[in-house]
């Protein structure tokens, strides 16, 4: 099976924030995987507006790489690839459908109860209504950050969707910005029966999680903790970009692993941590004396 896992990012400004933060672990894992990796940083076909970048990903196929790849595994460029994740291709047989996964983070229920929270639609067919006046019998948004494409069965189907909607792209961009892009893809997808839902950890979304779990139902889901389970790590939103070079540091994995504990787990480790630091102080200054004298 050739494989390839590719991304968009168009701009410098972008670029460079992608290639410090986003680049090294999609690039490690194309490499783990045996993947060809490609950073598409232009338009793939006319026109070039600005408003079609987030478009631009279903076109990923046009490059002739229907002819070379049996997989291509679409990522945004705000995604995050856990070091122990396996290759995608393998996980599911696919069939003649795109990996996809659901946006109803962290379960269906969860979904409505922080758009709820949020004062925003409810059912999933409401938000394909809102976005793109598109009606559609269904409970799940698709959440285009992650697309599992075998170019020999899709790139017709995707390049079709691009034609038929990038003008009004262009047109509601301003209004809704990429849920326009997000939604039309979606309604497509599941209207033709062309998705196949994988796991969520292949495109988990953090900002989604986080709210749910420490706003709503404050219950304590860190950083590290959500990288640890999951494989794909969504920022989408910018979310917390600031935190991602701590992933894996010392530090965020024994903050995890304190935060994660008990209340009396957590004196205990503390008391210990504290003896350990008075021992280690004490010796300094026995060491300095033995040498001051």
Known sequence: MQCCLVTICIGEKYLKEYNKIFKPSQENYAKKCNYDFKILTDYIKEPKHPHLIYLNKILVCDYQWDKQYDYIIYVDADIVINENTPPIHIEYNFGDKIGVVNQSQPT??????????????????????????HIIDTLHVINTGVLVIQPKKHKLFLRNIFDTYYQKNINNFPKIGPHYEQSIIGYEIQKNN??????????????NNKDFYNTMKKQLLTLQGFYDNNYFIHFCGHADFHLIPNINSWFFRFTNFLLTRNGLQRIKILRKLSALIMRIIYKLIFIYRYLST
Request: aromatic share 18%.
């Open 108 to 133: 269906l229920q969860a979904r409505i109860e922080l758009q709820k929270h949020s004062d925003f639609e409810l059912p999933a067919k409401d938000y394909y209504k809102l976005c793109s006046n």
């Open 194 to 207: 062309m998705h196949f839902f994988m796991n969520m950890k292949w495109n988990a979304l953090w900002a």
